[in-house]
RNA sequence: GCGGGCGUAGCCGAAUUGGUACAGGCGCACGGCUUAGGACCGUGUGGCGCAAGCCAUGGAGGUUCGAGUCCUCUCGCCCGCACCA
């Protein structure tokens, strides 16, 4: 084969043309082709804020490498990308600068292309999704008139939590550690006709195919199930005094014999039913005490229980007891019923209320039925032992009790067994502007009309008056607001809120299967051949909110038969963050390095071999500027072996023979082939080093530039083909390669060159390691046992013991036991 | 508090899942090339010991022919969730 020699590797000189190439060769421009099989390769689309930095690049990497080694492994690989391009951060710059958020949006998006390019990080171009376009936003308001036909959107009043700075609702999931996620401002309360997603009706199936997603990282099911929060247990009913009923639930019915209180949460509509005169000033002040704390204080562990009595008593409808209801804002209104049975003597809460308030404590489970009235000096919380004080259930087991009792309840009428989640519907209004118009319109006549379908879009004005308040512009956009309605024609008003993004993001995977549909948000055939995502890659903050949105989307199209599988994303992975300096590579930090600066000292490949390098994918990783040199020495020897005529001969180093170098190349197939499909980049990475020490180990003992070599030399460039793409093209080209390296086969190992004559074995007397001895490859414990027994540092540690008896694993080791 | 995970050279980290502890990189030392270099190239590099060897995977036990890996206790760190009845 041709070579062609070239002095020095210089990146920048080889890199733009490489790119040129694989545009021109439509690298990633895919079609339904049945002839391989797909193989759908994503990475989280990002919000465009500015400018990138490698931090952000440690996804993209990944990313590109592995779809360009699925290429090269003969999938037809769909590798899209797009730009999740509304959102906050643009409006609020809006409202500061002035210039619009479309302008600085596809400003960002310019320079993210740019940047993506120069770093040879490539995907689907014609495929490309802006959610803040309109042909795509048109399609979100489509689904969302989907989601209303089918009963799973709705609007509501309800206390929602509100960011003040923000000036904005936010759904649960966007509040974190109590806070706004966005801006860290605590959230308020308010009162407000709101849109959500019925999110909860799918709560049972989002848990259960938790279980089908076995390529999932272990931590985000389980943080996944955790916010789903199923909770078995009973609902039961307690008469109040004079009139009606207090319904509460819990888990424990076992533990109502205990139940010596009530507790209702001071938002619960019951409260100013019950409360009795003397005590209603008292229960006033206490709740318009409890409104003005604010969410964090209030959910806070170290918060100190309050509580204040509401003068009304229920009936223990087990013990017939009068037991007193207090108001307490321990309680939530928001999970279970909004009310409790208080069982001090078995929940911690319940007793630290009871202590302060001099409520009875009453043991209702105990070790044996003997230990019945041991005092209890905190709240007693097993799951066995058995039931005391309890009437008829006196002596069952803690689950006999929970069946028991709750069975009879059941029979009484007076309750029954229930599943409570801690999922709450997906608050999807934003009093915010740059986002997709909610398309319903409110008719004096008819109330809510949604947009028909065929008159989508509701086009967002982009022509608006942003305001220092913060209000949302569209309110006083007139010719936005006024409208007529769709169904009588009489004036009407828009909706002036807007859709979370999330419910953007929610459904973009689908988008990419047919981006340009003018028709529908995507075909229903497209969207069967390359569903699910077979990779998906990411950060670990979207393990709550864009995941489990996403899933929930993917339910309800499957449930209207618009897709064929039920779950979106195959296989996630979710990559660790790098650090700089001490922190997290941020903007904000001033430690980020720009892709430019990294391409014009080092070149492309090297910042992204580094990244694969830098350690374990999935865990952070600490950026340093030295082990980017390290990364760069090899790239500039892999070229010298690759392209260099002759070497310096220096005697005396070890004997490398041409058979050791092409096994050694095949171990490194085998091994960056196992390491890439287990995202184990970082030793891939050190594999492909391995094989270039021991090609400079050969070439330094006089080994020659044979086909033995040139072979190593075609399976490197190959090997690199996905990681340092440019330089692979460039040393492939050389090499006098035909087309492109990425559209080469993956490198195959030959099993037969894997195997060694002569294994080293190891040998250990009483497992201790005393030789290490040559031998031929598939030797048997006799004869190994024979070899080992002549060492002279086995004889010697033996001594005049007895070898009583051998372990042997074949080809590797063999322990010789004494006495 | 509950749940998940981690602890290996001076530093980042490997270790076929119970079988040679420390691959690869950084750093460091020495050598080469240089007028010179914090550049580049190469070699070496866990600790103690003249050596045979001994000691080393946060600590203490245990199981095993054999433990970084499994078990028990313990110390420290990280990440979720956090008054969810």
Same mark, same amino acid.
């Given at each position: 084969?041709?070579?062609?020699?070239?002095?020095?590797?210089?990146?920048?000189?080889?890199?733009?043309?490489?790119?040129?190439?694989?545009?021109?060769?439509?690298?990633?421009?895919?079609?339904?082709?049945?002839?391989?099989?797909?193989?759908?390769?994503?990475?989280?689309?990002?919000?465009?804020?500015?400018? &990138?930095?490698?931090?952000?690049?440690?996804?993209?990497?990944?990313?590109?490498?592995?779809?360009?080694?699925?290429?090269?492994?003969?999938?037809?690989?769909?590798?899209?990308?797009?730009?999740?391009?509304?959102?906050?951060?643009?409006?609020?710059?809006?409202?500061?600068?002035?210039?619009?958020?479309?302008?600085?949006?596809?400003?960002?998006?310019?320079?993210?292309?740019?940047?993506?390019?120069?770093?040879?990080?490539?995907?689907?171009?014609? *495929?490309?999704?802006?959610?803040?376009?309109?042909?795509?936003?048109?399609?979100?308001?489509?689904?969302?008139?989907?989601? &209303?036909?089918?009963?799973?959107?709705?609007?509501?009043?309800?206390?929602?939590?509100?960011?003040?700075?923000?000036?904005?609702?936010?759904?649960?999931?966007?509040?974190?550690?109590?806070?706004?996620?966005?801006?860290?401002?605590?959230?308020?309360?308010?009162?407000?006709?709101?849109?959500?997603?019925?999110?909860?009706?799918?709560?049972?199936?989002?848990?259960?195919?938790?279980?089908?997603?076995?390529?999932?990282?272990?931590?985000?099911?389980?943080?996944?199930?955790?916010?789903?929060?199923? +909770?078995?247990?009973?609902?039961? =009913?307690?008469?109040?005094?004079?009139?009606?009923?207090?319904?509460?639930?819990?888990?424990?019915?076992?533990?109502?014999?205990?139940?010596?209180?009530?507790?209702?949460?001071?938002?619960?509509?019951?409260?100013?039913?019950?409360?009795?005169?003397?005590?209603?000033?008292?229960?006033?002040?206490?709740?318009?005490?409890?409104?003005?704390?604010?969410?964090?204080?209030?959910?806070?562990?170290?918060?100190?229980?309050?509580? #204040?009595?509401?003068?009304?008593?229920?009936?223990?409808?087990?013990?017939?007891?009068?037991?007193?209801?207090?108001?307490?804002?321990?309680?939530?209104?928001?999970?279970?019923?909004?009310?409790?049975?208080?069982?001090?003597?078995?929940?911690?809460?319940?007793?630290?209320?009871?202590?302060?308030?001099? &409520?009875?404590?009453? !043991? #209702?489970? +105990?070790?044996?039925?003997?230990?019945?009235?041991?005092?209890?000096?905190?709240?007693?919380?097993?799951?066995?032992?058995?039931?005391?004080?309890?009437?008829?259930?006196?002596?069952?087991?803690?689950?006999?009790?929970?069946?028991?009792?709750?069975?009879?309840?059941?029979?009484?009428?007076?309750?029954?067994?229930?599943?409570?989640?801690?999922? *709450?519907?997906?608050?999807?209004? *934003?009093?915010?502007?740059?986002?997709?118009?909610?398309?319903?319109?409110?008719?004096?006549?008819?109330?809510?009309?949604?947009?028909?379908?065929?008159?989508?879009?509701?086009?967002?004005?982009?022509?608006?008056?942003?305001?220092?308040?913060?209000?949302?512009?569209?309110?006083?956009?007139?010719?936005?607001?006024?409208?007529?309605?769709?169904?009588?024609?009489?004036?009407? *008003?828009?909706?002036?809120?807007?859709?979370?993004?999330?419910?953007?993001?929610?459904?973009?995977? &689908?988008?990419?299967?047919?981006?340009?549909?003018?028709?529908?948000?995507?075909?229903?055939?497209?969207?069967?051949?390359?569903?699910?995502?077979?990779?998906?890659?990411?950060?670990?903050?979207?393990?709550?909110?864009?995941?489990?949105?996403?899933?929930?989307?993917?339910?309800?199209?499957?449930?209207?038969?618009?897709?064929?599988?039920?779950?979106?994303?195959?296989?996630?992975?979710?990559?660790?963050?790098?650090?700089?300096?001490?922190?997290?590579?941020?903007?904000?930090?001033?430690?980020?390095?720009?892709?430019?600066?990294?391409?014009?000292?080092?070149?492309?490949?090297?910042?992204?071999?580094?990244?694969?390098?830098?350690?374990?994918?999935?865990? =952070?990783?600490?950026?340093?500027?030295?082990?980017?040199?390290?990364?760069?020495?090899?790239?500039?020897?892999?070229?010298?072996?690759?392209?260099?005529?002759?070497? =310096?001969?220096?005697?005396?180093?070890?004997?490398?023979?041409?058979?050791?170098?092409?096994?050694?190349?095949?171990?490194?197939?085998?091994? #960056?082939?196992?390491?890439?499909?287990?995202?184990?980049?970082?030793?891939?990475?050190?594999?492909?080093?391995?094989?270039?020490?021991?090609?400079?180990?050969?070439?330094?003992?006089?080994?020659?530039?044979?086909?033995?070599?040139?072979?190593?030399?075609?399976?490197?460039? !190959?090997?690199?083909?996905?990681?340092?793409?440019?330089?692979?093209?460039?040393?492939?080209?050389?090499?006098?390669?035909?087309?492109?390296?990425?559209?080469?086969?993956?490198?195959?190992?030959?099993?037969?060159?894997?195997?060694?004559?002569?294994?080293?074995?190891?040998?250990?007397?009483?497992?201790?390691?005393?030789?290490?001895?040559?031998?031929?490859?598939?030797?048997?414990?006799?004869?190994?046992?024979?070899?080992?027994?002549?060492?002279?540092?086995?004889?010697?540690?033996?001594?005049?013991?007895?070898?009583?008896?051998?372990?042997?694993?074949?080809?590797?080791?063999?322990?010789?036991?004494?006495?």
């Amino acid at each position: 084969m041709a070579r062609t020699a070239a002095p020095v590797y210089d990146p920048q000189a080889i890199e733009p043309k490489w790119l040129d190439a694989w545009k021109k060769a439509g690298l990633f421009r895919v079609t339904e082709d049945s002839s391989k099989p797909k193989f759908y390769n994503l990475v989280m689309f990002p919000y465009p804020s500015g400018p &990138l930095h490698m931090g952000h690049f440690r996804n993209y990497v990944i990313g590109d490498a592995f779809a360009r080694y699925k290429v090269m492994r003969g999938f037809n690989v769909l590798n899209p990308f797009g730009w999740d391009a509304f959102g906050l951060p643009a409006e609020n710059a809006a409202i500061k600068s002035g210039i619009p958020p479309r302008v600085s949006t596809e400003g960002n998006i310019a320079i993210s292309k740019h940047e993506l390019d120069i770093m040879g990080v490539l995907y689907a171009w014609d *495929r490309e999704v802006t959610t803040c376009n309109e042909d795509y936003y048109r399609w979100t308001q489509w689904l969302f008139l989907k989601f &209303l036909e089918l009963g799973l959107a709705y609007k509501q009043k309800a206390a929602v939590n509100w960011c003040p700075k923000d000036n904005t609702v936010l759904a649960n999931e966007q509040i974190v550690n109590g806070v706004c996620w966005r801006c860290g401002t605590k959230p308020t309360k308010k009162e407000l006709e709101q849109w959500f997603f019925r999110i909860t009706a799918y709560a049972q199936r989002l848990l259960d195919d938790l279980k089908k997603l076995d390529r999932w990282p272990e931590r985000v099911r389980v943080m996944q199930a955790n916010w789903i929060g199923r +909770s078995e247990g009973a609902e039961l =009913d307690f008469f109040i005094e004079h009139d009606g009923k207090l319904r509460v639930f819990t888990t424990r019915p076992d533990t109502v014999f205990g139940a010596t209180f009530m507790v209702i949460a001071p938002e619960h509509e019951i409260v100013q039913k019950i409360v009795t005169p003397e005590q209603r000033a008292a229960v006033d002040g206490y709740i318009e005490r409890t409104k003005s704390e604010t969410e964090i204080e209030r959910l806070s562990t170290e918060h100190v229980k309050t509580g #204040v009595f509401s003068g009304a008593y229920a009936i223990n409808p087990f013990t017939e007891e009068r037991i007193p209801i207090w108001i307490a804002d321990y309680v939530l209104a928001t999970y279970g019923t909004g009310a409790i049975m208080a069982v001090p003597g078995h929940d911690s809460r319940d007793f630290e209320f009871a202590r302060k308030y001099k &409520l009875p404590i009453r !043991r #209702v489970i +105990s070790v044996s039925r003997e230990a019945s009235n041991e005092p209890l000096d905190s709240a007693y919380e097993p799951y066995e032992g058995v039931l005391v004080n309890s009437g008829p259930f006196t002596g069952l087991s803690v689950k006999d009790g929970i069946q028991r009792i709750a069975a009879d309840a059941e029979r009484k009428g007076i309750g029954r067994r229930t599943v409570t989640y801690r999922l *709450r519907d997906w608050l999807i209004s *934003r009093q915010r502007y740059w986002g997709v118009p909610i398309p319903v319109i409110y008719c004096p006549d008819h109330g809510i009309v949604p947009v028909p379908y065929d008159q989508l879009p509701v086009r967002l004005p982009e022509n608006v008056q942003f305001r220092s308040d913060g209000q949302n512009p569209l309110l006083h956009t007139e010719s936005f607001v006024n409208t007529t309605c769709s169904t009588c024609g009489k004036p009407a *008003r828009r909706e002036t809120d807007t859709m979370d993004t999330f419910v953007d993001s929610s459904w973009y995977f &689908l988008r990419y299967t047919g981006a340009h549909d003018q028709t529908q948000p995507f075909d229903k055939t497209k969207a069967d051949y390359w569903m699910p995502v077979d990779q998906y890659t990411g950060g670990i903050e979207h393990a709550i909110l864009h995941l489990l949105y996403s899933r929930f989307f993917m339910k309800v199209l499957f449930d209207a038969k618009m897709v064929s599988v039920d779950e979106p994303f195959a296989a996630l992975f979710t990559q660790g963050m790098i650090h700089r300096n001490g922190y997290v590579m941020a903007k904000s930090k001033g430690n980020g390095i720009a892709p430019d600066e990294m391409v014009e000292k080092y070149g492309a490949d090297t910042g992204r071999v580094y990244e694969l390098f830098i350690g374990p994918p999935e865990m =952070d990783a600490e950026w340093n500027d030295r082990g980017v040199d390290g990364v760069a020495r090899f790239l500039h020897r892999v070229w010298r072996l690759v392209l260099g005529e002759e070497d =310096d001969v220096v005697a005396g180093v070890v004997q490398v023979l041409p058979e050791d170098l092409t096994r050694k190349l095949h171990e490194t197939i085998d091994k #960056v082939t196992k390491d890439v499909e287990a995202f184990r980049f970082n030793t891939a990475m050190s594999a492909l080093m391995e094989l270039t020490n021991l090609m400079q180990d050969y070439l330094q003992a006089g080994g020659r530039r044979d086909e033995a070599w040139e072979a190593v030399c075609l399976g490197m460039t !190959r090997m690199l083909g996905p990681f340092a793409p440019h330089l692979a093209e460039e040393l492939w080209q050389r090499q006098g390669g035909e087309g492109l390296v990425v559209f080469q086969p993956w490198p195959e190992v030959d099993a037969a060159l894997l195997r060694r004559p002569q294994v080293t074995i190891v040998v250990q007397v009483d497992g201790r390691l005393r030789d290490r001895i040559e031998m031929p490859a598939g030797i048997d414990q006799a004869a190994a046992r024979e070899l080992a027994l002549r060492s002279q540092n086995v004889q010697r540690v033996v001594g005049d013991r007895r070898v009583q008896r051998a372990v042997y694993v074949p080809d590797r080791l063999i322990n010789l036991v004494t006495q």
